[in-house]
């Protein structure tokens, strides 16, 4: 079945960019999305690439995907401890009949410190 | 516009026991879905509903069941309550289930003693 895959940790200094990194095994995937969730919360969409693109841009967030290589990336830039949490790849997969599911990574947790 | 919400957001429980978790949806949308988050097996989807019918379900046993109502409010069930049901609870929102965004909800943590 679909699969996807994250790195579990992350350390960066705050000011600095942070690179989380995901890989998918679902050849059909639409859409490819990231959530961050942080302590006791729910999932916050943060954003979401259309399988055509490349690249999308929304202010500190880039998320570039290789289609090819089934490898989707998350870069923050100007890192704060405010983005401390956990961040969730996920590829929605499609049942028959056109309706949808989200599998989700593991997870990645970021620690941002001074 | 409110955003998803659920209820109860804790809940401890016997063994056992039967509970019930309810999810209010975003005012509009129609499909809503429930995924269970533990630290073991991370995040699973466990069945969707739209226009009270559910459309899909995840690999659970009956024990996990659910259901919509005609304004869209969802609730799930779980029967003879194990240790191993102890999680957080995630309901999703969105207009159609075909869509690209899916909004969560808070969660309802359950714990099983």
């Known amino acids: 079945g679909e699969d996807v895959e994250q790195s579990l940790f992350l350390s960066v200094r705050e000011g600095d960019s942070s690179v989380i990194n995901c890989t998918y095994t679902?050849?059909?995937?639409?859409?490819l999305y990231w959530y961050k969730q942080e302590p006791g919360a729910g999932l916050q969409l943060l954003t979401y690439?259309?399988?055509?693109?490349d690249m999308k841009q929304d202010q500190r967030l880039t998320v570039l995907l290789n289609k090819k290589d089934k490898h989707l990336s998350l870069r923050i830039a100007d890192t704060q401890t405010g983005d401390s949490a956990i961040y969730f790849c996920?590829?929605?997969?499609?049942?028959?009949?056109?309706?949808?599911?989200?599998?989700f990574g593991a997870g990645t947790r970021l620690a941002v410190h001074p | 516009k409110a955003g998803v919400t659920q209820t109860p957001r804790y809940l401890i429980k016997t063994r056992g026991q039967q509970v019930t978790l309810s999810c209010s949806p975003i005012?509009?949308?129609?499909?809503v879905s429930w995924y269970q988050q533990t630290p073991g097996q991370g995040l699973q989807f466990l069945f969707e509903?739209?226009?009270?019918?559910?459309?899909n379900k995840g690999n659970f046993p009956g024990r996990f069941s659910g259901r919509q109502f005609s304004n869209s409010r969802s609730e799930m069930n779980v029967s003879t309550l194990e240790l191993g049901d102890s999680a957080l609870y995630l309901c999703?929102?969105?207009?159609?289930?075909?869509?690209?965004?899916?909004?969560f909800g808070q969660g309802t943590r359950l714990t099983v003693v």
């Open positions: 999703a929102s969105s207009p159609q289930g075909r869509d690209t965004e899916a909004f």
């Open positions: 679902d050849s059909s995937s639409t859409y």
């Open positions: 690439i259309f399988s055509n693109m």
């Open positions: 996920a590829d929605l997969t499609m049942f028959s009949g056109g309706y949808n599911k989200l599998i």
């Open positions: 005012s509009g949308h129609r499909s």
């Open positions: 509903y739209f226009s009270e019918t559910q459309r």
